[in-house]
């Protein structure tokens, strides 16, 4: 079965500043990797995937992703923050059928990104 | 370019009132999905469809009904409403299901009193 855990419900940051936020998964097979983004009062929108091809990913608005399968991460940075980077962002993992499981995506709980000017 | 379109956007049930909610998609997706959103748990997934006439349980099922009888309408359906269905409701199709980019609609905020 597969599973994500994203560390910080909550994460504050200066503007200019580095973006990290954290994501661990678990996976019986190797996992499909995502991240969402959900401004207020809007559907997900994708920033970026993995599929295992290269494991460093870049995605929208300078956002980037690397994965570790030794870590079981896909942590998610941004060099430096603006203030519309401020949102609720999602990790998610989907083995598709081979997992056995629901041919679905399976999130975290998700992660607030706060912009401090 | 709609992409996926769900109806109604907001609604306020009584417990025990049935309601449908529909997801439209013109991206000629086979994949579409149901989910719900409550703060603090992420996104779980209800139920889902691989292609026009099939429908299959997600994570979450139990209270809900489904059916894709056109492959561009997923339909969620509440036979009898619960101050537990509260929630905020989500649809997504894709073109296949695991490594392709799932694509979700705006949502339907739900309460139930």
């Known amino acids: 079965a597969q599973s994500v855990t994203q560390l910080g419900s909550h994460v504050s940051v200066s503007e200019g500043a580095l973006v990290l936020l954290r994501c661990n998964y678990s996976?019986?097979?190797?996992?499909?990797l995502f991240w969402y983004v959900q401004y207020p009062n809007q559907g997900l929108q994708l920033l970026l995937k993995?599929?295992?091809?290269?494991?460093l990913v870049k995605g929208i608005n300078g956002f980037e992703a690397e994965f570790k399968k030794s870590e079981t991460s896909f942590h998610l940075t941004k060099p430096s923050a603006h203030m519309s980077d401020a949102a609720e962002y999602f990790c998610?993992?989907?083995?598709?059928?081979?997992?056995?499981?629901?041919?679905?995506?399976?999130f975290g709980k998700g992660t607030h990104l706060i912009i401090q000017p | 370019n709609a992409g996926v379109t769900q109806t109604p956007k907001f609604r306020v049930l009584k417990t025990g009132q049935s309601m449908t909610l529909l997801c439209a998609q013109d991206?000629?997706?086979?994949?579409m999905y149901w989910y719900r959103q409550d703060p603090g748990m992420g996104l779980r997934l209800i139920h889902y469809?691989?292609?026009?006439?099939?429908?299959a349980k997600g994570e979450v099922p139990d209270g809900y009904n489904v059916s894709r009888l056109k492959k561009q309408n997923f339909l969620l359906g509440l036979e009898s409403a619960a101050p537990s269905q509260t929630s905020v409701y989500f649809c997504?199709?894709?073109?296949?299901?695991?490594?392709?980019?799932?694509?979700f609609g705006q949502g339907t905020r739900l309460t139930v009193v």
């Open positions: 997504a199709s894709s073109l296949r299901g695991g490594g392709t980019e799932a694509f």
């Open positions: 996976s019986s097979v190797p996992p499909y």
């Open positions: 993995y599929t295992s091809a290269a494991t």
């Open positions: 998610a993992v989907s083995e598709g059928t081979s997992g056995g499981g629901a041919d679905g995506l399976t």
């Open positions: 991206m000629n997706h086979e994949y």
């Open positions: 469809s691989v292609g026009e006439g099939t429908t």
